[in-house]
């Protein structure tokens, strides 16, 4: 997979492949390599996202701790601290609110999601749903506005849709 910032500056490619992602810097129709961050994950990288202001990136793999959020100063990734709950196997895809203050990983057994909401500096995992999806997902998207999350999977009906009041999904 491979996300941008929303201003197109930074691009993060994922891959099975030692290192796992690759981002880029974009000045004009030229993309230079950067530097990896000190942190990569830990196995083979199938999602990223980044937050709308692109101070913030994730990525979703395959290994523990299945999560990792960078801070994004400038081409620097720093990885922030894991969070305390963590996946609690592959995740599968990530994807940020608008607004950058919650996070949504998937992965493939129940519940099948974990939101997060950025408290302090760092990302905290909030209650899990009352409503899970009935099956495996396979991608996710918010609105603009973080109000309302869509997560889509193979089992009837095929979508979930998630109504955020608060940091209640």
Do not use: E, W
Request: with cysteine; proline share 8%.
């Amino acid at each position: 997979g491979c996300s941008f910032s929303s201003d197109a500056t930074y691009l993060t490619v994922t891959s099975s492949a030692t290192g796992y992602i690759t981002n880029y810097q974009r000045a004009g129709d030229v993309f230079t390599k950067l530097t990896a961050p000190a942190s990569l994950p830990t196995g083979a990288a199938s999602g990223s996202s980044y937050s709308d202001d692109g101070t913030h990136m994730a990525v979703s793999f395959a290994a523990p701790p299945y999560l990792r959020i960078y801070n994004n100063v400038s081409g620097t990734y720093t990885a922030l601290a894991d969070p305390a709950t963590l996946p609690p196997g592959a995740a599968s895809h990530v994807a940020f609110s608008g607004d950058g203050n919650y996070l949504t990983v998937l992965y493939g057994s129940p519940p099948y999601l974990t939101n997060y909401k950025l408290t302090a500096g760092n990302y905290v995992a909030l209650a899990t749903p009352l409503s899970v999806p009935p099956g495996a997902p396979s991608d996710l998207a918010y609105n603009y506005d973080g109000s309302i999350l869509s997560i889509s999977h193979g089992t009837v009906p095929y979508m979930t849709l998630y109504n955020r009041t608060g940091d209640v999904f």
